[in-house]
């Protein structure tokens, strides 16, 4: 399909990117483009310039610290995270890397991408909701970091704003986690999803219920305990042609109690 | 003009079956469209283009594609394997060789991209199993075969 006419640019450094997101009005950062394409191709999106972050080395790589901690470059692809042997301190995030989608758009499509598009179907943002994820946000005036409550802001926002890329995500360790999922096809996107993480207390993350990931502390493992927390959290989920809102809420129930029972035995 | 000027076309330098191409492009144009239209390589189908079907796979720098999901501009200084770079003249390859014993195609729109998948995940494992060779090709789609007889043929290859 013919796209829009558009601008492009590949900066080969941050300062470059930002300088040049700044500067244009009217561009878009393009990560791995396994979204943002087709949406220019429906005209659902129309940038005027495309800023290309594909060869900036600052934004990519996956470091472990010493105390467990994981660095990932928000242009890292999920192939990448899913075969990072560093990325395997934090088990599920190469587990639930390597069920978005296909092989091929698993081998482009960024973590970044990812979680700054924030659409509630994907993967991500609930996964990093639940692992207590932190990302770093580069702009004009340096750097700051947010938490998922704070990066996350409604249906396609987040706390990047113009002029500004996100960095990297900190993911502190653990390996207590748990990933449930109904989707559209075998590795498609989510009808709802749920993730859970018993790191100290136990914090389970929703997805695809409302406009941000809802977070939820149960007070306890036991499948009653979770359902009450689901129950109880005032969920008033979107209908569409897969799901209406009841089964949505029905869904999410039921997906935290597996999300939470994976986490339990991933604990042992 | 250079990569790192903001400009509607940019000149862009892709070696695709190891021969190198020099030409100006818009930065709008799709990568499939360019191997397609501009270089004359029309062995890469689009079948969906909306990143679902598979058909337009191909391989940029080792890494399996597809090339709908992706501009030409943004392939500059790349290495593109096509289908028409598989075979070596007149010869197919084991792969190639064995969707044709197996009968893994019928109307053979989906097949050079499902050929590049199973390139793609042999190269990767070369003796994948069932559920390797499936989720290998699980992003690309066949309306003729019901996959069966193309998973016998990624199978073959791996013998």
């Keep these: 399909m013919l796209l829009r006419e558009v601008a492009y640019a590949r900066p080969a450094s941050l300062a470059e990117a930002v300088g040049l997101l700044a500067a244009n009005d009217g561009a878009r950062a393009l990560a791995g483009g396994q979204t943002l394409v087709n949406v220019m191709k429906a005209r659902a999106g129309s940038p005027d310039a495309l800023i290309d972050l594909s060869r900036i080395t600052e934004l990519k790589g996956i470091d472990l610290a010493a105390d467990g901690t994981l660095e990932i470059g928000a242009m890292t692809t999920y192939t990448e995270l899913a075969e990072s042997s560093e990325a395997r301190a934090r088990p599920i995030l190469g587990e639930v890397c390597g069920q978005i989608a296909d092989v091929q758009v698993r081998n482009r499509g960024t973590i970044g991408g990812n979680i700054c598009t924030n659409d509630p179907t994907n993967h991500l943002p609930p996964l990093l909701a639940a692992l207590g994820a932190e990302m770093t946000i580069h702009g004009a005036g340096g750097d700051r970091t947010v938490g998922a409550h704070d990066f996350f802001l409604g249906v396609y926002m987040t706390a990047v704003g113009p002029g500004e890329l996100l960095t990297r995500i900190r993911v502190p360790a653990g390996r207590a986690d748990g990933f449930a999922a109904v989707t559209l096809g075998v590795e498609g996107t989510c009808i709802v999803s749920a993730a859970a993480s018993i790191n100290g207390s136990l914090k389970v993350a929703l997805g695809c219920v409302d406009a941000v990931p809802v977070v939820l502390e149960p007070s306890s493992e036991d499948e009653a305990a979770v359902r009450d927390a689901v129950a109880s959290a005032g969920l008033d989920p979107p209908s569409d042609v897969h799901a209406s809102s009841e089964y949505r809420s029905h869904l999410a129930q039921v997906l935290a109690v597996r999300a939470v029972a994976q986490a339990a035995k991933n604990r042992s | ?159």
């Design chain 2, 1 to 159: 003009m250079e990569a790192g000027t903001v400009s509607t076309s940019h000149t862009i330098s892709v070696t695709v079956n190891g021969t190198t191409y020099e030409r100006e492009v818009e930065a709008r144009k799709l990568l499939i469209h360019f191997i397609r239209d501009d270089l004359d390589l029309t062995g890469s189908h689009i079948g969906c283009d909306t990143g679902n079907c598979g058909a337009c796979s191909v391989i940029v720098d080792g890494i399996l594609t597809k090339s709908c999901m992706m501009l030409a501009v943004q392939a500059d200084g790349s290495s593109i394997e096509t289908v028409e770079g598989l075979a070596e003249g007149d010869e197919l390859t084991k792969l190639q060789q064995a969707f044709s014993a197996n009968h893994a195609l019928q109307c053979g729109y989906c097949t050079p991209g499902m050929l590049m998948s199973a390139t793609a995940l042999l190269r990767a494992n070369p003796h994948p199993s069932e559920d390797e060779i499936k989720k290998g090709l699980q992003g690309n789609i066949c309306r003729c075969t019901g996959y069966w007889n193309i998973f016998e043929a990624v199978k073959a290859a791996s013998e």
